[in-house]
């Protein structure tokens, strides 16, 4: 089969062969009318070919363009995709130092969530610093909206975390709109809400919805002052009267993708 540039060799050859043939029998009209209408099939033959050849050149140029517009919007994509987690981890790191300057006394480890347990019915995670990063059980673990959890178990390079979710987990704290005090602990019910609960107070507390929550600092494990929640609502428990204040966390706990672990603090430097 021809080629575009044989095809076109050929019909060049025909067209000169047909020229000549044309001057040298111009007396005959019969034969040069005839060469005539060979030689306007020739030019159409032509011109079809070369119309075709442009085509498939303007094809290959629409599909190189189209190539290099795909790896342009994939180079773009993956920009933009840079771009957003720059910009996350530029507002946790805030975060981080608005904490910071509010408990001088913290030292913060920033890490990243890397797994989370299916068995695990409190959203406890996994994260990627370890006893190489100083990291200890029962650090406390926070983001930079408050209290999540702290380090149950750690080696060398990750730590796994129990949050403030689980029944495992109980924090003093107290809340800062009543000075009423109490023992934050989850349940299956409250986290089954994204909640925790603040047992274990006194009868005539003050506690009101919308109060905030925070570490009271006794015990010695989490620094005071750290943001645990805000009260959503007062339950009462029909058995023994007792009350339970249902403590919202300023995080959806069970989504978050980065926290940074205390590995250090001064104690009774926050008004422990």
């Known amino acids: 089969m021809l080629d575009g540039r044989n095809l076109k060799a050929l019909i060049i050859t025909l067209i000169l062969v047909m020229t000549v043939s044309v001057f040298s029998l111009a007396d005959n009209s019969l034969i040069s009318t005839a060469v005539n209408a060979v030689f306007r099939g020739l030019f159409q033959i032509s011109a079809s070919a070369a119309s075709a050849q442009s ?3 303007d094809l290959e140029a629409l599909k190189t363009e189209n190539e290099e517009l795909k790896k342009e919007n994939a180079r773009l994509r993956e ?6 987690e720059t910009k996350e981890e530029n507002q946790q790191l805030r975060g981080y130092y608005e904490l910071k300057e509010k408990n001088p006394s913290l030292k913060l480890l920033p890490a990243t969530v890397i797994r989370r347990d299916p068995n695990d019915d409190f959203c406890g995670f996994t994260l990627d610093v370890g006893s ?5 059980v029962n650090d406390s673990v926070v983001t930079e ?5 702290r380090v149950s ?5 990750t730590c796994m975390v129990t949050t403030i979710l689980s029944p495992d987990t109980r924090v003093a704290v107290v809340d800062k709109q009543s000075g009423d005090g109490g023992i934050i602990s989850g349940s299956d019910s409250l986290c089954s809400r994204k909640m925790t609960g603040m047992g274990k107070l006194d009868g005539n507390n003050k506690i009101a919805a919308d ?16 943001i645990v929640g805000k009260i959503k609502e007062l339950e009462y428990n029909s058995y023994d009267s007792s009350q339970t204040a249902v403590v919202e966390p300023f995080d959806d706990i069970n989504s978050i993708t980065a926290a940074a672990v205390i590995i250090d603090y001064m104690k009774g430097s926050e008004g422990e």
Do not use: C, F, W
């Open 153 to 157: 178990r750690v080696d060398a390079t």
């Open 211 to 226: 109060d905030i929550v925070v570490t009271s600092g006794t015990g010695g494990v989490y620094p005071p002052n750290l």
């Open 55 to 57: 085509e498939v050149s």
């Open 145 to 149: 909206n408050g209290l999540v959890g």
């Open 79 to 84: 920009q933009l995709v840079d771009y957003l």
């Open 132 to 136: 190489a990063d100083s990291v200890k």
